[in-house]
């Protein structure tokens, strides 16, 4: 189609020669083909409207001399007038050359050539109009009536035939002869969004037949799921799930669009994604092993292409956080075992990450964490590819919590292990040790943490002790972003669990995030624990209200 302006002749010859080639026939072909064209037939007649709504109706036919003859054939295509939004463009523009006050025979004419189309698109939609057709007065309804009666009847109809299908699907007696379900799927395209047509969408989503091929047409599938993600329509759990299997990118664009809208929203609040992740049903469909492979397969091509970045391996863990709560409700369904979601993953350390930490006396989650860490260190010996050691950090971050709790152990308590916690940290934050890098960032993580154990001992409490360690770290010791990351991490989780140190937390919050990169860090590392610690029935109130303030003071 010619680019440019609505009134060029060349985008007019465009969409007259595709009038006529689509008629009124309702083949297949054509069918797929206005479907096919339809978006932005849609965009062209609107342009049009916007032209000539400041136009007086001979202005407007001078300006588009074949607008009459195209607007006309596309009244008559029952899959062009039968999309909503569609349709009110065609009676925009219709409007828009009717005459108020006709002063020739030409424009009365006119007139009544765009009354008679206005009369047939109204009575093709499912609006209604206030004019009693004697053909449809003779049955004794109205109009609007007659329609929608005839609308609810057709419905009926086909879902009891694909239910018949559906029954027997290997039977030769089958109601549907091939080819009708994929046209019936084509069909409701333009009427998606009628509160009428729902449950003839479930019916088609559940629907399978013995054919090898699919059995539903690619349009009909994507436009569904556009009016899901678009919020048009609300269909059930199962219809989706099934939508989803059977259309994968159907499912690929639906786990962007949530992971895009997570990576937008997550400085501000956690809650809000957890909340966008409960309205997706991904992490209830997630439940099916083929379609959680997927969701993770997208999540791990983003980490990777995005090299770790913090925001990602976020939206990792408290979409697997969700998930694992899905998946462990107490259900009468036979679910499939946890090893089927996770194939790569070393089975002993996926169970040990899956234990709930949760109420666990402090010693035993001490030698819970030195377990996890001893699995990890054989995962990254000599002898293991780089594609295991990848594939136990990416099971590590799905369970991230664990990261977090060593994170506490390490500055509440006087445990000799630190040495193991430090290595689970270092691992976490930076999984490549080519060059010994991650062995540097212990090393200067080390450093840190002892320095935060001398200060929770001492006696004075000063914002100026803290401020030189991160300044001392970043000109003379010449951090890495790995190294950073987790100091900004110990620090947030020190000044959170030293009550003694929170008078002066928001001074040295506000030192720390002078950038926006380490607002944004210390504002996941927050707003993780907030959600770590909001627990009901526990005693974190005073832990809860400083790690709020700090968050809202960001």
Not at 172 to 183: F, I
Request: charged residues 20%; glycine residues 4%.
């Amino acid at each position: 189609m010619a680019h440019g302006t609505p009134s060029s002749s060349e985008e007019f010859e465009f969409w007259l020669n595709k009038a006529i080639t689509w008629g009124e026939k309702t083949t297949l072909e054509s069918q797929q083909d206005v479907c096919h064209h339809l978006p932005k037939l849609q965009e062209f007649l609107l342009q049009i409207y916007e032209i000539m709504n400041h136009m007086s109706p001979s202005v407007a036919i001078h300006r588009f001399p074949v607008i009459g003859q195209l607007l006309g054939r596309l009244c008559w295509n029952s899959f062009v007038i039968g999309h909503e939004d569609t349709r009110k463009a065609l009676l925009n523009c219709l409007s828009c050359l009717h005459s108020n006050e006709p002063h020739s025979a030409v424009e009365l004419k006119a007139n009544k050539w765009i009354q008679n189309l206005l009369c047939h698109l109204f009575s093709s939609s499912d609006l209604g109009f206030h004019e009693d057709y004697k053909a449809i007065d003779q049955l004794g309804c109205m109009t609007s009536d007659y329609y929608e009666k005839l609308l609810k009847n057709i419905i009926s109809s086909l879902i009891v035939l694909l239910r018949k299908d559906k029954t027997n699907p290997n039977s030769d007696k089958k109601e549907l002869l091939a080819g009708h379900v994929r046209s019936i799927s084509i069909a409701c395209v333009h009427v998606l969004t009628l509160p009428e047509i729902t449950p003839l969408l479930e019916e088609l989503l559940v629907y399978h037949d013995s054919e090898p091929t699919e059995a539903l047409d690619d349009i009909f599938l994507e436009s569904v799921n556009n009016a899901i993600l678009w919020k048009k329509i609300v269909l059930s759990e199962s219809a989706v799930l099934s939508l989803w299997l059977r259309h994968l990118p159907s499912l690929e664009k639906t786990v962007l669009d949530l992971f895009q809208k997570l990576i937008g929203i997550q400085s501000k609040s956690l809650k809000e994604m957890e909340q966008i992740i409960k309205d997706s049903f991904l992490v209830q469909a997630a439940c099916h092993p083929s379609i959680f492979k997927i969701i993770d397969g997208v999540f791990r091509n983003a980490l990777l292409e995005c090299d770790g970045n913090f925001r990602v391996i976020t939206v990792i863990r408290v979409f697997t956080h969700h998930f694992i709560k899905e998946y462990q409700k107490d259900n009468m369904q036979a679910r499939f075992p946890l090893r089927a979601f996770f194939p790569c993953s070393n089975l002993a350390l996926l169970m040990a990450l899956l234990r709930v930490s949760l109420g666990l006396p402090f010693d035993v989650c001490l030698q819970h964490l030195q377990y996890i860490t001893k699995m990890l260190k054989n995962e990254d010996g000599d002898k293991r590819s780089h594609g295991n050691v990848f594939e136990s950090w990416f099971l590590l971050i799905h369970f991230g919590d664990w990261v977090d709790i060593a994170a506490e152990q390490l500055l509440t308590s006087e445990s000799e292990t630190s040495d193991d916690l430090l290595w689970l940290l270092a691992f976490y934050y930076n999984p490549s040790n080519e060059n010994q890098e991650r062995c540097r960032t212990m090393t200067e993580a080390r450093e840190v943490h002892d320095t935060l154990i001398r200060l929770r001992r001492s006696v004075s409490i000063s914002a100026s002790d803290l401020k030189n360690i991160i300044e001392d770290g970043i000109k003379e010791n010449n951090w890495d972003p790995c190294t950073l990351h987790l100091v900004r991490h110990l620090f947030v989780t020190f000044l959170i669990f030293s009550s003694e140190w929170h008078l002066i937390t928001k001074d040295v919050i506000i030192y720390m995030t002078q950038t926006e990169e380490a607002a944004n860090q210390v504002s996941d590392v927050l707003g993780r624990t907030l959600c770590r610690l909001d627990i009901p029935g526990m005693k974190n109130e005073p832990l809860i209200k400083i790690a709020y303030e700090l968050l809202s003071s960001l």
